[in-house]
């Protein structure tokens, strides 16, 4: 024998699933015989006819029933078949003729296979061993009156063993339960003192494959009496009508798996019975029963323990969803809570974290984050928040599902290993692309008894090209340290998450709702601002002309009459008219600047600037203004918005200057993802005290009579910046000039067009 794990060419999967139901081989203890229907001929039968009948088996071939049993056993076999349902005849009791007067009883089993072939098993009979009913209902009787006296799940299942030993005498008989990756472990035992508990040990997926699992669906008691007997053939070994193996799935005699065997000698095991267990259409478990030496049960007997097992394990699925109800009922309990603490806040993140109880609760979490946008909120204990984004962002790229979930988050993230001890298990739900809603639990270190090393469960062996899988010899306790693992997620617990996580999308959807409403209303506010912009600008421009033409009029044609005085006040009059022209003409400009009207282009800024120094001429001129630039991009913006920005920026910087000529900078750098513009003086500059107020409409911090201008000129400002999603702001000292600052987001096309020049140019000297 050869051990070699490694060949490429060997798919151990194949050879761990492959098909078991369609075996050519039975045990030896019965008779198995494939019959076509309605004429009862015989197609196949077992290669052991001459020990039990005397009769070759090739010459019962193409025989039919008729010719093996008197008229009365078999019409009243035929009255059965014709019934639906072929459990009412089974067992039936046969008598077959052997030789001369000899007969030999048989406890008959039919069954209809997947191909429609009956197939009829004949299994020796022990008539001592029959149990009537009424005792098999006692039996049930006296096992339920002792299950209401208990209450966990472990006791209930220390009496199914207890019972099924108890009427079966098994040297020892477990129940099995099945874990969610296919391992499983005994949970209770009941056996000869003398043997080795297997109470508590684990045993890997690989010893009870896929197609045996299968199997217990439809066929729930199995036994083997005599693990050592020789197999016998099936003759032929094809089904003659369908040219194929026939389907067992169902028969009592079956051959187990060579591999089982092999199994059950090295485990020291003679003789087995097993019983599968189900729940919701799942296997849940088996109740396995060992014997040292060969042992046969009864067909009675096997149903009675069939009949018991189911009986009892009713009654243990319903204490189990009763205990999980109760947990489930305080979850949904703890959840319309927090739904409720969520809209009670303004940010449904509160409500999720500030009160009690709160979302720790809602899965028996140690810690748990909202991350939301590029924020995360921590309660309890959970990763630092660099780790948190990085997990997030492995979320993003990994998970597809409404709910992720896992007790050892390291196997699939290596880099949590990192924070085991707060984050070894992960559940987590994703609200919407780019936020989750995570809880963590830390790492529980535990240790698990395995019936043998796992990692040893079988071994490949190659024998003249006959590669087949050997279990392995020893059963022996093997301790395994579960590391990086934290307790399981429950069921319940993953379902109340995801209950949470249509709470929170519907709440984000409201408040989405809510900010579409307020923008509308916004809208609204905004385009009532310039209806009202329009209509100063026009009507209150005309009676305005006329207070001013008749003022001006009343001075001509009586300046005569006049003396100083009226003339003053005249003059005072027709500045306040004009004052207020101007404040029409820039509360319309305010107006008009808003995100929709601006007609965003490529905009060279050098233009934008020049045409605004052109609008200035005269006064830069007048000032002996200097005005300097450095090289100059090109943006996604407003020509005119952009002009008119630089043209008040700088307005207010020749408005301000000092007792010297003003020396004004028009600067440019490339930022990240936007491009920041400065102008910069040599004025008198600002207190920083005052450097929000200046942008505030119709704030002024100097009185008219010292500086004209009706304080719009950098609320406008603001507005353009912020129509192009920009920021503006000044950094200044009283006395020493100041910088204005803005920010123009880059346009998709200028990403490409890094520019990064700092040369200075000359514009007007
Ligand atoms: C079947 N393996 C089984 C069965 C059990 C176990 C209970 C069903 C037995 C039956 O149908 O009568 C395993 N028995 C156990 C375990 C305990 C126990 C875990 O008592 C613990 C106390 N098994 C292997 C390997 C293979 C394998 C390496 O270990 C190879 C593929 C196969 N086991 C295997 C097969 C069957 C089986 C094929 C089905 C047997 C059959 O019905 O033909």
Redesign the pocket.
Known sequence: MELNLQLPSINVTS??EAP?HTSRQIQPHGVLLVLSEPELEILQISNNTWTVFGIEPEQMLQKKLEDLLDSFQLERIKAGLAEDNLEFINPTKLWFRKKGDEYVVFDAVFHRNSEGNLILELEPTFSQENIPFLSFYHLAKASINQLEKTSTLRDFCQIIVQEVRKVTGFDRV?L?KFDHDGH?S?IAEEKLEILEP?LGLH?PE????K??RK?FASNSI?I?PDAQAAPVQLIPAINPVSQRSSDLTNSILRS??A??LE?LHNMGVGA?L?ISLIKDNKLWG?I?C?HQTPKFVSYELRKACEFLGRVIFAEISAREETEDYDYRMNLTHIQSLLVEYMSQEENFIDGLVKHQPNLLDLTSAQGAAVCFGDRCTLIGETPAEEDLNFLVQWLKNNVDEEVFYTNSLPQVYPDAERFKNVASGLLAIPISKRNYVLWFRPEVIQTVNW?GDPNR??EVSQTDGDVR?C?RKSFELWKETVRLTSLPWQYVEIKAALELRKAIVNIVLRQADELAQLAQDLERSNAELKKFAYVASHDLQEPLNQVANYVQLLEMRYNEELDEDAKEFINFAVQGVSLMQTLIDDVLAYSKVDTQAIAFQLTEVETALERALGNLRQRIAETSTIITHDPLPTVMAGSTQLMQLFQNLIANAIKFRSDEPPQIHVGAERLEDEWLFWVRDNGIGIDPRFSDRIFVIFQRLHTRDEYAGTGMGLAICKKIAECHRGRIWVESQLGEGATFYFTIPVGGRERERRNGRKAQNNLFG
């Open positions: 050879l761990k078991i477990m099995y499983g005994v297997y045993y690989s010893d009870i494959p197609p045996a199997l199995r083997i187990p798996a591999c089982h199994y087995s097993t088996l396995a060992h019936g469960a079988f899988l279990p």
